[in-house]
């Protein structure tokens, strides 16, 4: 897809063509982002399909996906390279060995051919005719130094190995940062991107993403998922479940041709949905003391009588 | 951030003066009705927010709204007033007014526009640039904060605070823990002295003498996250105390170390993932629906017990501090709480008692429980004001450094 000639209505049925049900305002901010030029930051609970746009718009873009990952400890070699000393020091054994022109060699050592590449470097040299998706995946996991180093690198998309010189990106990538918001992420990375908090979906739109992905499910099983999902997420479990589980349980459920919840269906596919044994023991107390009763869900709730 | 209808109108109502003037003045008034009830907005936000303009159709109200949000707000937290802020603003404009303002700015004649609103809107944004950056300055600068509380405040009792003045509290907590936080992180970095070799930049240093290995090249020891546990007693007079100590220690929380928070009274909850904004006070409010047993009487032991089974082996290791709030009061078993404490003592590196009884002056621990616990404690403090929450702070600065 061109980025001219591209509008809002255009991205969301992009998105939806891959398999991505996405709301308009998610769809205008990413519109915004990619007319801009603009990082966006998305911020939500887990699995609520923040990695996953990122994924899909590199389909819809025909162009190419970067992912990087952060974590505690991350740096800013992680990040954009690193020199293949093992390499190197080969390459100047050989020529020792041989006799050879050593000073040539230390010329030789510090090319390209001797640089690992690590995401960010990849994404500033990427040559191609459309730029790529750059995903910086879970940036509240890296600490705050590494949030200065990304401040950098997203204002001049530059960087100088001494070695080699500056390297300056071509094509300025599309990029997406993601939070799960376990902590606060700096104010002048924030103010820097575009911002959007995707919330956990509505019953209807859970339904839709449901039945795109898995259209020969039954649609009474669909609408009994969605509202013990709804009803679920309310609930004080540690770790509320996202979209990403519900397409799990689906699967799950579809694979063992269950066409209908009940609690012995729950009870024997429960580990799709709650990941924590504290969670498994709540659900399994909430069941037994009537607080979660799926029958009386299934009975007064009226998005299942449609 | 809650704030009354009445005050978002009556910004808004201060501003209406701006309406047909264009544009980019709507939106720096916006901006500035937004950062006076409590949203952080910079110019150049608002200078962003107007370029994306020109990428919608401006009349379609919801993408303006998208637009506008998502190039000025920047935390979940913000969404909530931005759209009460958003229609108490735009409502009286049709957005089709907008729009031709938008055409009509390119060829309106300047000399027409009545000149002192004008010029005073960009005036009063220009100011607020150039305070903004001074502001960050001070931020960085003051060991201590300036806000105008006085000596008193800071020994007034928690549990004596009315509402303004906890709020007051909460916001000088959070400025005192944040000073704290990063002196002690600076600190970190100059003291450490490379005692770990570098592989990386050694093999580096050696390339010159053809891969025999000459030079050693040193580095600081990495370094690794402490954690502390709260433990936080919130029966009865205790839920006081422990909001604050809450908030304090949020506060705190930097890459020097992660914090759990579990309350108990007569059982035990984990909190950690309910408090994940600097917002403490809404979400303990949320919190205290959903834990069971929030104001009853305490029994200390028993939710000993519950822990160490529950999630000492999953949080606790021998560089865990635990910070234990409560006023020694067990209804429950004292022996139960004395072999607790032995087994969490065994797991973790220190534990840290905080009693606000201990400010009274006569207060000896003739309580059982407390009496019980003493042995096992490294260190036993107050915890009733803000004084005794700056030298908790203190003391926690020689513990992690």
């Known amino acids: ?306 | 951030m809650e704030y009354s209808d009445e005050a978002v109108f009556s910004a808004a109502a201060r501003f209406s003066a701006v309406r047909g003037q264009g544009t980019l003045k709507n939106l720096l008034a916006f901006g500035r009705i937004l950062k006076q009830v409590g949203i952080k907005v910079t110019l150049s936000q608002v200078i962003d927010a107007s370029r994306s303009l020109e990428f919608v159709d401006i009349a379609d109200k919801e993408d303006f709204r998208a637009v506008l949000r998502s190039n000025l707000i920047s935390e979940r937290e913000g969404l909530p007033i931005f759209d009460r802020v958003f229609d108490c603003f735009w409502r009286d404009r049709s957005l089709e007014e907008v729009s031709v303002e938008v055409q009509a700015e390119t060829s309106e004649d300047k000399s027409q526009e009545p000149v002192g609103a004008e010029e005073s809107l960009e005036q009063e944004a220009e100011q607020d640039s150039i305070q903004e950056s001074r502001q960050n300055e001070e931020e960085e600068s003051i060991l201590m904060p300036t806000y105008s509380l006085n000596e008193s405040m800071n020994k007034k009792d928690f549990s004596e605070m009315d509402t303004e003045e906890s709020r007051a509290i909460n916001r000088a907590i959070l400025l005192i823990a944040t000073k704290i936080a990063t002196q002690v992180s600076r600190r970190k970095k100059r003291a450490a002295k490379g005692d770990e070799i570098d592989p990386r930049w050694t093999m580096r240093k050696n390339i010159k003498y053809g891969g025999e290995v000459i030079d050693l090249v040193l580095r600081k020891r990495r370094i690794k996250k402490t954690r502390v546990i709260l433990l936080c007693d919130v029966s009865g007079s205790m839920d006081c105390y422990s909001r604050f100590l809450i908030q304090f220690m949020y506060g705190l929380q930097n890459e020097l170390w992660g914090i759990e928070t579990i309350v108990f009274s007569t059982s035990l909850s984990r909190i950690t993932h309910l408090i994940r904004t600097k917002n403490i006070s809404n979400a303990l409010e949320k919190i205290s629906g959903s834990v069971l047993g929030w104001s009853g009487g305490t029994k200390i032991g028993r939710s000993l017990y519950t822990f160490n089974r529950a999630f000492a082996l999953s949080l606790v290791t021998h560089r865990t501090v635990i910070v234990i709030i409560s006023d020694g009061w067990d209804r429950g078993d004292v022996d139960l709480l004395d072999r607790e404490m032995r087994i969490l003592k065994r797991r973790c590196h220190k534990i840290i008692w905080l009693n606000p009884l201990l400010a009274s002056e006569n207060y000896e621990p003739l309580c059982k429980g407390m009496q019980v616990a003493l042995p096992y404690l490294d260190l036993f403090l107050s915890v009733h004001n803000l004084n005794s929450l700056i030298t908790l702070g203190r003391t926690l600065q020689k513990l992690v450094a």
């Not at chain 1, 690590?118 to 995903?135: C, H, K, N, W, Y």
């Not at chain 1, 990304?150 to 390297?167: M, N, R, V, W």
């Not at chain 1, 939070?179 to 924030?190: G, M």
């Not at chain 1, 540690?238 to 041709?257: F, H, M, Q």
């Open chain 1, 1 to 306: 897809m061109n980025r001219k000639g591209l509008t809002i209505e255009k991205i969301q049925q992009a998105l939806l063509k891959e398999k991505y049900i996405c709301d308009r305002s998610l769809a205008t901010v990413v519109y915004l982002s990619i007319s801009m030029g603009k990082p966006l930051l998305l911020e939500g609970e887990a699995g609520v399909g923040k990695t996953e746009i990122a994924k899909v718009l590199s389909e819809v873009m025909k162009t190419r996906l970067i992912r990087f990952q952060c974590y505690e400890g991350l740096d800013a070699n992680t990040a954009l390279y690193e020199w293949n000393y093992p390499k190197q020091m080969l390459r100047i054994k050989l020529e020792e060995v041989r006799r050879g022109d050593r000073e040539a060699v230390e010329t030789e050592i510090f090319s390209e051919e001797y640089l690992i590449k690590r995401p960010l470097l990849e994404a500033i040299q990427s040559d191609g005719s459309t730029p790529p998706v750059l995903l910086i995946d879970e940036i509240d996991r890296a600490d705050m130094e590494f949030e200065a180093f990304l401040l950098e690198i997203l204002s001049d998309f530059q960087i100088t190995i001494p070695e080699i010189g500056t390297i300056r990106a071509k094509l300025r990538p599309y990029v997406i940062l993601t939070s799960n918001r376990t902590r606060e992420i700096h104010d002048a990375l924030k103010r820097r991107c575009l911002y959007h908090w995707i919330d956990y979906p509505t019953f209807e739109k859970e339904y839709e993403i449901i039945m795109t992905r898995f259209p020969q499910v039954r649609a009474l099983l669909a609408k009994q998922i969605c509202a013990f999902m709804q009803r679920v997420r309310q609930m004080n479990f540690y770790k509320r479940p996202g979209v990403a589980e519900t397409l799990d349980w689906v699967s799950a459920l579809i694979t063992l041709n269950r066409e209908e919840l009940n609690e012995g269906i729950l009870g024997e596919t429960m580990g799709c949905v709650f990941k924590y044994r504290e969670d498994l023991n709540h659900l399994q107390e909430e069941l037994a003391g009537k607080r979660l009763d799926l029958d009386q869900m299934m009975k007064e709730s009226p998005k299942l009588q449609a």
